[in-house]
């Protein structure tokens, strides 16, 4: 069976939805004090298994944002946590596992996970 938090991130796939980014690129973690490379926040009212918003990081977005309009092309399934995140791009971009991978290195090194498109 699959775990919740993957079956509540897949039903947005392919969907268009609106991010809330409480981490805007070049902003600092306030807690951990690095920098984040991407936007990053929130489907505002999608409560995840951990009780908190969706995550979603917004990539092929250079400059930071408070809200985002935007497709689900993926999500990054943590296998050893249960908080998986959405990947949201512009509506008729394309992006790679590499270039996910890649841009979301700096927060998902930390996790064992798999690109689920």
Known sequence: MEPKSL?????FLNQIVEVILDRQ???LHPKWN??????????????APDGEELDAYVLKVDEPLEK?????VAIIHRLNDDDDKLI???DGETIT?????KLTYFQE???????VR
């Open 68 to 72: 985002f309009i935007g497709r689900v």
């Open 7 to 11: 079956i509540l991130a897949q039903s």
């Open 25 to 27: 690129l070049g902003s």
């Open 88 to 90: 949201v791009i512009p």
């Open 109 to 115: 090194q930390f996790f064992q996970h798999q690109i």
């Open 34 to 47: 690095f920098k984040y490379p991407v936007n990053y926040g929130y489907l505002p009212g999608v409560f």
């Open 97 to 101: 596992d590499e270039e996910i991978d």
